[in-house]
């Protein structure tokens, strides 16, 4: 049997590592006894209404194919709930397209932006897909760098620094994922004015953006003159606790949604009309449940940070998502080296924040959307792991 058929893998992508995440979740899988504090995904089950609303739609013989944009009912849905939290108006005729998940939103929207050679600037740390996801179209993904000392929030003066000729859009992503980290309205307002005067884009990956602590969360497509130049993206599966369900959405000028929508309708079709049928639920209803799992979310992170801090782990405050991101710099290791230490030591998994790329390194993601309980457990056995590197 042939067994070189690497060679016919295209080589942009046999060049491409996978997932940080998934990858050291596999080893800790193997470890049943093990605390996982890494995937990032609410530890609540779906509300039950929503969960009822795709049962309803199962029953009623809600079964088939839907308008490659989505239902136009969840479409007016999704218009009526941006413009009244992010206050910004779209057209659900031609303005907002649902996919299956922002990943794969996002995926369109870049696949119908950016051409060979293009370059898409995105601060880091940052989610793992979203470099890979410029270089799988072609294009010339350029990091720019977020600090500690800032509490991982948004910097002007590193994007000015980062941008070369050539860059076509900036992928944001606040609050951020791994850090917590968000971005200020006047921030905002400064990253609008330079991507006006270098004629850029903004992709603003806001699926965080209910899950925000400190403050008022704000959409730099809100921002004068930014909603001709921004493309939202959002779904439900962090706020509403849906992420098997697979539902993301893009709002932005028609012209780049029908280009979306081209990529979309080739790739997809559509989303499947019983999640679609959900989450119409989830935005007409599921406030009070959002509400209560933030309250939820907000008490573990104030638990975490603090136990972190004093057995030593130097962790900012993040003002969003629901992951620490405490500093291993201290110890004289890499963060795959102290993850790995912790999960063979104590038990816990951790993320490398290597994972997430070069100005993550020294640092670890650690999720506190799992129980209170699990956290105090894995507080303890941590602290008991790290006395054993102090002594």
Known sequence: MEKNLKRFVASHVLDMPKSGIREFFAIAATMPDAISLGIGEPDFVTPWHIREAAIFALENGKTSYTENLGLRGLRNDIAEYVEKNYSVSYNPADEVMVGVGVSEVMDCVLRALVNPGDKVMYHEPCFVSYGPSIELCHGVAIPVKTRPEDGFAFNIDEVKKAWQPGCKAILINFPTNPTGGIAERSQLQELAKFVKEKDMLVISDEIYSELTYDGQHVSIASIDGMKERCVFLHGFSKAFAMTGFRIGYACAPREIIDAAMKVHQYAIMCAPIVSQEAAREALRNGKRAMLHMREQY????????????????????????????????????????????????????????????????????????????????????MEKAIKKLNV
């Not at 969003?320 to 290791?333: D, E, K, L, N, Q």
């Open 298 to 381: 907000q008490s573990r992170r104030d638990f975490i940070v603090s136990r972190f801090n004093d057995m030593g782990l130097d962790c900012h405050l993040p003002k969003g998502t629901f992951y620490a991101f405490p500093s291993v710099r201290r110890f004289g290791m890499t963060s795959m080296e102290f993850a790995k230490y912790i999960l063979n030591e104590a038990k816990v998994a951790v993320v490398p924040g290597s994972a997430f790329g070069e100005d993550g390194e020294g640092f670890v993601r650690a999720s506190f959307s799992t129980s209170y309980n699990n956290l105090v457990e894995a507080a303890d056995r």
